[in-house]
């Protein structure tokens, strides 16, 4: 099985910085990693697909690159609606997984 | 817009059998995969397993075959049954529709139901 290792764990920014949390696959995954936004009490919401490709309606302030077994997803300017906790997650062989989970917070 | 929406007791007791209830609403159930998927309070997100509409399934091994999904066409639903639970299972469980290539590995959830909060406690 595939495993997905998310860093920092949680990281404190302030409003306006670049953030960039990074996903780290246990075997090539190629581009196939995607990332989640969970605001608190609310369910998942999809932002990116397939490492880089931002879904419709999602502010272009967030983007994501990486393939093989290194991913990078970036806010490039903080803002206060972006707080919540952030997840990647694979596909591979008939099982998903997902990483632990990065808590953003502001500063 | 396709929704979810899940339903289920709420609060059990331990080795009962837990069921819930995904109804889809603004879109047809048929065509597609769709997946539940668990969060236990103040942790990360576990895949329990997935249905595609002919009735196919697939599993997270970790689960030890406890759990069980199925579909309902007609009326445009899943449900998902996980037997001998323990508070190990407390959790809010999501019903998900899966979306990319099915017949390769880009495949990813969305949306996302509101889920529901399943407590198991003697």
């Known amino acids: 099985d595939i495993q997905l290792t998310q860093s920092p764990s949680s990281l404190s920014a302030s409003v306006g910085d670049r953030v960039t949390i990074t996903c780290q696959a246990s075997q090539d995954i190629s581009m196939f990693l995607n990332w989640y936004q969970q605001k608190p009490g609310k369910a998942p919401k999809l932002l990116i697909y397939d490492a880089s490709n931002l879904e419709t309606g999602v502010p272009s302030r967030f983007s ?14 903080l803002q206060p609606e972006d707080i919540a906790t952030y997840y990647c997650q694979q596909y591979d062989n008939l099982l998903f997984s997902f990483g632990q989970g990065t808590k ?3 500063k | 817009q396709v929704q979810q929406q899940e339903s289920g ?27 539940w998927i668990r969060q236990p309070p103040g942790k990360g997100l576990e895949w329990i397993g997935n249905i595609f509409y002919s009735g196919n399934t697939n599993y997270n091994p970790s689960l030890k075959n406890r759990a069980s999904i199925s579909v309902d066409t007609s009326k445009n639903q ?4 996980l037997s001998s639970v323990t508070a190990a299972d407390t959790a809010v469980y999501y019903c998900v529709r899966e979306m990319g290539d099915y017949g390769g590995r880009g495949r990813w959830f969305d949306p996302w139901g509101r889920g529901t909060l399943v407590t198991v406690s003697s």
């Open chain 2, 78 to 81: 899943l449900s998902l049954s």
């Open chain 1, 104 to 106: 953003l917070e502001i």
């Open chain 1, 64 to 77: 994501g690159s990486g393939s093989g077994t290194d991913f990078t997803f970036t806010i490039s300017s």
């Open chain 2, 9 to 35: 007791p709420g609060l059990m007791k331990p080795s009962e059998t837990l069921s819930l209830t995904c109804a889809v609403s603004g879109g047809s159930i048929t065509s597609y995969y769709w997946s």
